[in-house]
């Protein structure tokens, strides 16, 4: 009978210490990794996301934040061709194995979607501006990216007797800027060779160029020609500025020590960002809403097209030696910061 309780009692512990097996469980499934080495790059007006696979997976979502779009993919690519342009991404990407989803991978590197242009505005990256009153050539030179949106002009030379502009320009030229940045730099040495060649402030009929243009241009002014864009040099320049279309204008002039710029708000930021970086005497107001001199190249530039404009007054030639330096990379930079599309560079700026 002590048996038959013993039995019992240790056929009791045995069942109560195992586990019960149902006969219809099935394993968790294995866990899907999340894709790795994930990264983005531009291709035209399109972003190419890729990463590196993940065991067992059939495709692939990836997500664009901010936008929040998705792209779906069997391979280890895809590609996303409406994401609005000028502005920064990043990417996360699950797999599934058509059961299982993964987690989302570590987002990948920031990228900004440049805003590129259907074609260059010139086809070649030396452009005949056209001829002065005694036939010299006037020449602008690109650099940069051709379909890039943002476009910076320099010029270096309006006046034949204010000489520093032109070894800006040449320094601007030297610079290394590459073939894929997010701008294009225009710059033109001289608009004024026959004053150039005379060291003569004006051209070689005898009217002062910066009071030539139409829209301000007055009789009544000093040397302003026999009427409102009467000079070649004038006529060729307002073709190319109205071809080109500049996001801005730089105009390189002496002896003031300081930068002049119309009165606008898209001139107002970089009036005194390039005072500035080149080093010179903040104006008492970034943007002049005060007397104007009449038929001024600003005065047109900013009426007929969307640029803003900066005349930038370097010191007299014999202070000016340290200021060429500067001035050569204050034109790069702010083609740079231009083309960050922040507020100032869309002319956000404020007085």
Known sequence: MKSVVL??????????????????????????????????????????????????????????????????????????????????????????????????????????????????????????????????????????????????????????????????????????????ADYQLWTIRTMNPDGAARGDRYNARGVDLNRNFPGTWSARQYRSGRAAGSEPETRVMMRFIQRLQPTGTLSFHQPWNTVLSVCDQRSAFWVRRAAVLIGLKQPGRPSNCGSWYPGTMSRWTARNTGSWFVTVELAPNGRVGPQIPRAARAVVKVAEEMAEDSGPAMGLGTN
């Open 7 to 180: 039995t019992g009692v240790l056929l009791s512990m045995v069942v109560a210490g195992a586990a019960p097996v149902a006969a219809d469980e099935v394993p968790a499934p294995a866990v899907l990794p999340a894709p790795t080495n994930v990264t983005g790059m531009q291709s035209g007006t399109s972003l190419i996301v890729s990463w590196e696979p993940s065991a067992g997976a059939t495709s692939y979502t990836v997500s664009a934040d901010p936008s929040g779009q998705t792209c779906t993919s069997a391979t280890t690519t895809c590609v996303f061709d409406a994401l609005p342009a000028r502005a920064r991404y990043s990417f996360t990407v699950t797999a599934t194995d058509g059961v299982t989803v993964s987690d989302p991978s570590s987002p990948s590197p920031t990228i900004r979607l440049r805003a590129l242009l259907a074609e260059p505005i010139f086809p070649t990256a030396k452009v005949l501006v056209g001829r002065s009153a005694q036939g010299r050539k006037i020449w602008a030179l690109r650099q940069g990216n051709p379909l890039a949106v943002t476009v910076l002009l320099s010029v270096g030379q309006m006046h034949g007797s204010e000489p520093a502009g032109l070894r800006v320009t040449d320094r601007v030229r030297n610079a290394p800027i590459p073939d894929d």
